[in-house]
């Protein structure tokens, strides 16, 4: 089993929908929570990020983590076009001195029709 | 001001050849990150610099090493490369060693034939 797992899609959705992303991973020492917006061919754009479980709400954007169930999720509103992207969910881990970098899931292609 | 800056955006390299990849974080980040992302997967953790010491690594080869300069700048190095080593090269900067709001630069698309 991967430690960070997406259905990679394609999710096409109409323009102004409520759009749901979902994330599972299997690492219980993931202690907070990325999610990333990808354009083709470019760097990954951080959009949220939370630590705990519950939800945080940043403009059209909610993400909520279930530590019980390891189920990290991300909430579009008013879906746009220019939301067209791939999304990436990231848990991380932060042990005493060292790093572990971002666990990053393979991404959900996400196509929203006008 | 300035995000993430890599360089170059492009290279061309031939199996057996070694290849440098640089990285300017954000003035003011004492962290640099590398990841390696091949097309159709998530970026995968080479390895983390913070105060110029190597901080955490990956599960990638010793072909695969890095550095981090005063500067906080950083150069990602990979020897007697592969065709499998062909990928986006990824550089992520944060503030300190914990990895909330790392920002990613644009890439260094990579291609070796």
């Known amino acids: 089993q991967k430690e960070v797992e997406q259905d990679p899609g394609p999710l096409s959705v109409p323009e102004g929908a409520i759009v749901s992303l979902n994330c599972t991973y299997s690492?219980?020492?993931?202690?907070?929570f990325m999610w990333y917006r990808q354009y083709s061919r470019k760097g990954p754009e951080l959009l949220m990020y939370t630590y705990s479980s519950g939800n945080k709400e940043d403009g059209r954007f909610t993400a909520q983590v279930d530590k019980s169930s390891k189920y990290i999720s991300l909430f579009i509103r008013d879906s746009q076009p220019s939301d067209s992207a791939t999304y990436l969910c990231a848990p991380g881990t932060y042990s005493g001195g060292g790093a572990d970098g971002l666990t990053f899931g393979k991404g959900t292609h996400l196509i929203i029709q006008p | 001001d300035a995000g993430v800056t890599q360089s170059p955006t492009h290279l061309i390299k031939t199996r057996g050849q070694q290849v440098t990849l640089r990285c300017s974080p954000i003035s003011g980040h004492k962290s640099v990150s590398w990841y390696q992302q091949v097309l159709g997967q998530g970026p995968q953790f080479i390895f983390q610099y913070y105060e110029k010491e190597e901080r955490g690594r990956g599960n990638f080869p010793d072909r695969f090493s890095a550095r981090q300069f005063p500067n906080y700048s950083s150069e990602l190095n990979v020897n007697a490369l592969l065709l499998g080593d062909s990928a986006l090269y990824l550089c992520?900067?944060?503030?300190?060693?914990?990895?909330?709001?790392?920002?990613f630069g644009q890439g260094t698309r990579l291609t070796v034939v």
């Open positions: 690492n219980s020492a993931f202690q907070y």
């Open positions: 992520a900067s944060s503030l300190a060693l914990l990895n909330t709001e790392a920002f």
